[in-house]
């Protein structure tokens, strides 16, 4: 990358506390919230169902939850099942559903560098089964397609590491 001429002395400014990276980490600073964030794009709604996807103590995922609830990532469903107390569901947010080419950028990546080039899964638009991916643009207000539109289908090339 290339700096603008006023920024190309960079011992004459900061971002500080205004550095967006740094506060995305400081909101996803933990595997179980990252992961409760991939879940919820993978249909999985409930509490418990949390805990035994992504194998973490009741505790992580009540505090991860309550981070992503605070930050507008996740959103409170009420449900309730025949005969039974009424419960809550979490579920994406408009916030969170735009982190979706973050999860799917670092999923490529990890493909690419760490599973030889071919992950356990993959991500297809769903009428015509062409790869999604995410790449840069000079146009950020081109669309991308809806997560509704994406159908994750297992890859049969993939070979779990020794």
């Not at 603008?4 to 002395?9: A, G, P």
């Not at 890859?155 to 590491?161: E, I, S, T, Y």
């Amino acid at each position: 990358m290339k700096f603008e001429d006023k920024l190309r002395d960079r011992q004459q400014w900061s971002i500080g506390d205004g550095c967006s990276m740094a506060k995305v980490l400081d909101l996803l600073s933990t595997k179980t919230a990252f992961l409760i964030i991939r879940e919820c794009f993978y249909g999985t709604t409930r509490f418990e169902d949390f805990m035994e996807r992504i194998g973490a103590s009741a505790p992580a995922v009540s505090r991860a939850i309550k981070q992503l609830e605070a930050a507008g990532i996740l959103t409170r469903v009420p449900y309730q099942e025949p005969g039974k107390r009424a419960r809550d569901e979490y579920r994406l947010t408009a916030a969170g559903r735009d982190l979706l080419p973050v999860f799917l950028s670092l999923m490529q990546w990890g493909d690419k560098h760490l599973q030889n080039g071919q992950g356990p899964l993959r991500f297809v638009a769903a009428d015509t089964g062409r790869p999604v991916g995410v790449r840069l643009t000079d146009d950020p207000d081109a669309p991308g397609p809806n997560p509704d539109e994406i159908e994750v289908r297992l890859n049969r090339g993939f070979q779990r590491a020794r």
